[in-house]
């Protein structure tokens, strides 16, 4: 080879290089050996879409359940043999490299954070209503953390729990994702706050501003000791019987995800359980679907007044995220799991 075809060559590769990024990639469902770093061509905004140079991503229940394709009704949607969208993740915050035809509300260099596609990259898309201009206060670590997890929070308290100033409220699950928002939210909202968790959680959540904690190895939330205006029951496994014992004679109990349902339906049978028995009873029992637009705008200005601040528990390289996930699925994370690109 001459030296002008080497340079050919060489540049023709730097330029190949350019058109393409690291990725985090799985081409089954599985745990997380199925996941491997990959090198694939980046992604291009479409019409509304945005393109972000990732620099942080989180990782929550979805995205674990996505990865595994459990419950198998959900492979219906995301493909029945292997995920039809090879990288995983959807929570980001980094920076906006391109936007497609239509955008107007965001501009090449602007810091962003919200919920995209295939996250667990150096690029990904997002459709310009599901982003919001990242508050300054916060890191990309913190940014990345918050969209889908807040947004959960922030709609089963206040939409369908329809939360008031002065009530007490039950947070069953707090030192988690959802949780520690919930926590959080829920003082913002005024109200006088519980949380239950294990053991060695108890001091994450008390720092987060319950005014009481539940050790539920100990503690029976359900014992008839106290009873609550609003239970947000976030992937836990109690009888709808005991949640009805905890509540106030026309209280509420808003159900999130769930992990009892076994591998094919999920949490589903137990939520419409719960609205089925609402039709006989006083009390409200329900569950909240999160909508990924409209409310991030919301999350940003509590962001910005200190009302709420994601709490990061672990924060691991994108090479990494096989041992987050293992980390995510053994129970052991304190709020949030960070991946930093």
């Not at 949607?77 to 915050?93: E, H, K, M």
């Not at 992937?235 to 999130?256: D, E, F, Q, Y």
Request: with cysteine.
């Amino acid at each position: 080879m001459t030296s002008q075809e080497q340079h050919a060559s060489a540049s023709h590769g730097a330029a190949g290089t350019a058109r393409t990024m690291r990725a985090i990639v799985q081409d089954a469902y599985g745990s997380a050996e199925v996941l491997r770093m990959a090198r694939i061509p980046r992604p291009t905004p479409a019409e509304n879409e945005v393109l972000i140079r990732v620099r942080a991503a989180g990782l929550d229940r979805g995205t674990w359940h996505l990865t595994t394709g459990t419950p198998y009704l959900l492979r219906v949607v995301f493909g029945i043999r292997r995920p039809r969208n090879r990288v995983p993740g959807r929570d980001l915050a980094g920076t906006v490299v391109g936007v497609g035809a239509g955008v107007e509300r965001f501009r090449v260099g602007e810091e962003v954070f919200g919920i995209g596609l295939g996250s667990f990259a150096e690029y990904a898309v997002a459709r310009e209503e599901k982003i919001a201009r990242k508050p300054e206060t916060l890191t990309f670590e913190q940014a990345a953390a918050v969209s889908i997890s807040g947004l959960t929070a922030l709609q089963g308290l206040r939409d369908v729990g329809r939360i008031q100033r002065g009530q007490k409220v039950l947070i069953l699950g707090a030192s988690g994702g959802v949780g520690s928002f919930a926590v959080q939210l829920a003082k913002a909202f005024g109200t006088e706050v519980t949380g239950v968790c294990s053991t060695t959680k108890l001091d994450l959540v008390r720092s987060l501003g319950a005014d009481h904690v539940l050790d539920y190895t100990r503690d029976d939330f359900a014992n008839g000791t106290h009873r609550y205006d609003l239970i947000l029951d976030i992937a836990g496994n109690p009888a709808l019987s005991r949640l009805r014992r905890a509540l106030m004679p026309t209280g509420t109990a808003v159900i999130v995800g769930g992990e009892d349902g076994g591998k094919w339906t999920g949490s589903i049978d137990r939520q419409y359980r719960a609205l089925a028995l609402s039709l006989f009873t006083r009390q409200r029992l329900t569950f909240v679907v999160s909508k990924e637009a409209g409310d991030l705008e919301t999350l940003a200005g509590l962001l910005e007044a200190g009302k709420v601040t994601p709490s990061i528990d672990m924060s691991f390289p994108l090479d990494q995220v096989p041992e987050a996930m293992r980390y995510f699925d053994a129970g052991r994370a304190r709020g949030k799991v960070a991946i930093t690109v």
